[in-house]
């Protein structure tokens, strides 16, 4: 029962929007969005040359450097993302529509996060009054105030992946506008769609011009973007080995940036636990997004004596999972965003094979679908976490089931990765998942389940990523600390110590 493609539900999808107008392409070329369900044309959009490149940062810089927008208090500032947020609840059916097809993601699932996403801007509003955006000082310098200022970093440069766009660029848009940055999003050009989107809620908000800039283009334009001398600061979620290329080129003109790159995130099962009852959650959360998420837990990581039980209840509840059209209510998983995804996943399916690991399950495009970048939920035993499917991020639904020999050795082998994403220890006792959460080099840790919480914080160790996103924590990286040391406290100031 796939949906039929309507009118896609952007007004300008042939143009860029660069300071506060919609533009053609400098190239006049395109980029087609193909709908991974059907393998069908769902949107031609506008492909972005670096001369369009140079002309968004251009815009941002001159809205930075002497437009209104970082000259506003952040309660003015606030108020703009306020009714950003009232325009993307608007939206929502919009943004719901976009991403399955874009993607491959549930549509129940694209629409149940749709209501929520504005809440990001709500909530980065409400710090113009609660963050301590300028503060008093002890100063022993011999002047008579010591105030320290968190400042705008500067024009930043928001590169988003195609897996969740519309939450990615939320993550990095909400807390670079109430620090009073500017903004140029590069959109995928694999899922394009809410960047656009985004762009329309921009205008419609009454955002001054160049405040928000978004261009459309492949991967070779990014470069213009990331080694432009008018970018501040760039804020990137991709793959770790795109992650490394864009910090070697910031580093030659010590540009900031925060990074939310790869995961190989570990569910570690202590002995004391239900297997049943970790397969069933495992399973359960395993095909979001068709396992296209950097924190999936997949790499299972259990004793070698319930290693064989583990592997067949997992085994039996992926097996469950009913492959499909996203926009049918039955599916319980959709498509992989792209031809080229699949064929990544499908290699490394290929390469668990070679290497004789077990296959409880999968392993193959599902029989009864005969077009779509399909694949099935695929769950290997007997995994060598030394081997390629356990130490390389396969971003598809394929689990590896990893046996130890004691608790020492579970937790050994979670380490055991080049990622420090996220993680989740499974044990019926709170003080040993505290000691074991402790113990674990991950970002985020979970008890008994896959757990992340944006309003904490989110982001990890080792080549997961430099820097956090979400809460407090992401507003950090899009301020500057400076320091000013007065003769007196002046009368007027940007910005008063919010009440503690």
């Not at 009864?368 to 995994?383: A, D, I, K, N, S």
Request: aromatic share 6%; hydrophobic share 45%; glycine share 10%.
């Amino acid at each position: 029962m796939t949906q039929a493609i309507r009118d896609f539900p952007i007004s300008q999808a042939d143009k860029l929007f660069i300071d506060g107008e919609w533009v053609a392409a400098s190239s006049g070329e395109t980029i087609d969005v193909i709908a991974p369900a059907t393998e069908e044309l769902f949107v031609r959009v506008a492909a972005a040359t670096a001369v369009d490149i140079n002309r968004a940062v251009a815009s941002a810089r001159a809205a930075f450097d002497t437009g209104p927008w970082p000259r506003m208090s952040h309660v003015e500032r606030a108020g703009y993302m306020m009714e950003m947020a009232r325009l993307l609840d608007a939206r929502a059916a919009d943004v719901a529509y976009i991403w399955p097809n874009e993607m491959g993601i549930l549509h129940s699932t694209a629409s149940a996060h749709a209501t929520g996403v504005s809440g990001l801007y709500k909530y980065y509003a409400s710090l113009a009054t609660r963050f301590p955006f300028e503060e008093e000082h002890r100063t022993f310098s011999g002047a008579k105030a010591g105030l320290l200022v968190r400042e705008p970093v500067g024009v930043v440069g928001a590169i988003i992946p195609w897996n969740g766009p519309i939450s990615l660029i939320a993550f990095k848009l909400a807390p670079a506008l109430i620090a009073g940055c500017t903004v140029v999003i590069k959109a995928s050009p694999e899922a394009p769609g809410h960047a656009l989107l985004m762009a329309e809620i921009a205008e419609a908000a009454g955002l001054p011009r160049g405040v928000i800039n978004v261009v459309t283009a492949d991967r070779g334009p990014s470069e213009a973007l990331v080694s432009h001398p008018g970018i501040d600061k760039i804020s990137f979620t991709g793959s770790t080995a795109a992650g490394k290329n864009i910090a070697s080129v910031l580093g030659g003109r010590m540009a900031r940036y925060t990074m939310e790159l790869g995961g190989k995130s570990a569910a570690v099962i202590l002995d004391d636990y239900d297997i049943e009852t970790a397969a069933r959650t495992i399973a359960a959360a395993a095909p979001d997004m068709t396992g296209q998420v950097c924190a999936s837990l997949t790499r299972v990581i259990v004793s070698r004596h319930r290693h064989d039980q583990l592997l067949e209840a997992l085994s039996a509840e992926m097996g469950k999972v009913r492959v499909g059209d996203p926009f049918d209510p039955a599916s319980g998983m959709g498509p992989l965003a792209t031809a080229r995804q699949r064929e990544r996943v499908e290699g490394y399916i290929a390469q668990g094979k070679a290497d004789g690991f077990t296959v409880g399950t999968g392993g193959c495009r599902p029989s009864h679908l005969e077009r779509g970048y399909f694949v099935e939920p695929t769950v290997f035993g007997h995994v060598d976490n030394k081997s390629v499917i356990a130490q390389e991020e396969i971003f598809g639904p394929v689990l590896s089931v990893i046996p130890a020999d004691s608790e020492a050795d579970l937790l050994a082998i979670a380490n055991d990765s080049p990622f420090g994403l996220n993680g989740s220890i499974f044990t019926n006792d709170v003080d040993r998942a505290y000691a074991a959460g402790r113990e674990l080099r991950s970002g985020t840790v979970g008890h008994n389940s896959i757990r992340m919480d944006f309003t904490i914080a989110f982001g990890g160790y080792k080549q997961s990523g430099v820097g956090r996103e979400g809460g407090i924590e992401g507003l950090r990286p899009y301020l500057e600390t400076k320091v000013l040391l007065l003769d007196g406290m002046p009368s007027h100031r940007q910005a008063e110590t919010p009440a503690t």
